[in-house]
């Protein structure tokens, strides 16, 4: 069973391939805005909030991911994430 699984996805990949080959640059990669926001805990347990300006990240128009790019439907729901930075464990001792 696991074999057949492994095997499906193996189809699945190569035939995904295939279709996103036979197309033109044009219709094979695409452009999505994304807007990165990082949300950085500091040392006094409160969070800032730092974002970057949107910027197109380039994606390919297939189910899987191909050359190094992400599908267009992964970027597309991805395009707004937020990424936790921890600036450190500060613990403080009473002595």
Not at 82 to 92: L, R
């Amino acid at each position: 069973m696991l074999l057949g699984a492994i095997a499906l996805g193996g189809v699945a990949w190569g035939a995904d391939w295939l279709w996103w080959r036979n197309k033109t640059d044009a219709d094979a990669y695409g452009a999505i805005e994304v807007h990165h926001r990082f949300a950085v805990k500091l040392k006094n347990r409160r969070i800032e909030e730092r974002s970057e300006r949107p910027h197109p990240e380039e994606c390919v128009h297939s189910l899987f991911p191909h050359q190094g790019d992400n599908p267009c439907w992964y970027v597309a729901r991805h395009r707004n994430d937020v990424e936790e930075i921890d600036s450190g464990q500060w613990h403080f001792y009473n002595q």
